[in-house]
């Protein structure tokens, strides 16, 4: 592999989410409004399983 070539990264969890902030960006605002609401409410309950150990 040359200098000027990358390697192509594993994808990760991270990915995933930027692709859906990429997402819900390019939507209309009412649109948009509303994805990140549905995101935000799937992060919070994604944390607090955590908290709980679940």
Partial sequence: MSA???QPEEPSEEDG?????E???SQ???ARAAGFEQ???E???E????????
């Fill in 4 to 6: 000027g070539e990358q």
């Fill in 39 to 41: 995101l935000h409410d």
């Fill in 23 to 25: 997402l819900i960006e």
């Fill in 43 to 45: 992060l919070l309950a």
């Fill in 28 to 30: 209309p605002l009412p």
């Fill in 47 to 54: 944390l607090q399983r955590g908290d709980h150990g679940d």
């Fill in 17 to 21: 989410l930027l692709g859906r902030i």
